[in-house]
């Protein structure tokens, strides 16, 4: 079993940075890609950045230039970097990572984003 736990979330003004963080722990490995997606009020959870176990990054346009995924594969954590921050980011932010063999998605708790104008 995987556990996946975030934090690094808060309250934070429109063009200030955050820096969140993502604790893996249980059965390590088989595990591929991870990655950050995020849930607004009233909207769809959508993808924000993911990256491989080899560190082969993706973000989404909402987010490029602003957003920084990376990996520590020896402390088993994924960061998200979020700077130059918008209003229009806020949201919970959800970590994931996608086991390989059989496939199978974890999900952490998430953790709360706001950004004031």
């Known amino acids: 079993q995987v556990q996946l736990v975030e934090s690094g979330g808060g309250l934070v003004q429109a063009g200030g940075s955050l820096r969140l963080s993502c604790a893996r722990s249980?059965?390590?490995?088989?595990?591929?890609?991870m990655g950050w997606y995020r849930q607004a009020p009233g909207k769809q959870r959508e993808l924000v950045a993911t990256?491989?176990?080899?560190?082969?990054?993706n973000y989404s346009d909402s987010v490029k230039g602003r957003f920084t995924i990376s990996r520590d594969n020896a402390k088993n954590t994924v960061y998200l970097q979020a700077n130059s921050l918008k209003p229009d980011d806020t949201a919970v932010y959800y970590c994931?990572?996608?086991?390989?063999?059989?496939?199978?998605?974890?999900w952490g708790q998430g953790t709360q984003v706001t950004v004031s104008s």
């Open positions: 994931y990572a996608r086991r390989v063999i059989p496939p199978y998605d974890y």
């Open positions: 249980g059965s390590i490995f088989n595990i591929g890609v």
């Open positions: 990256i491989t176990s080899s560190g082969s990054t």
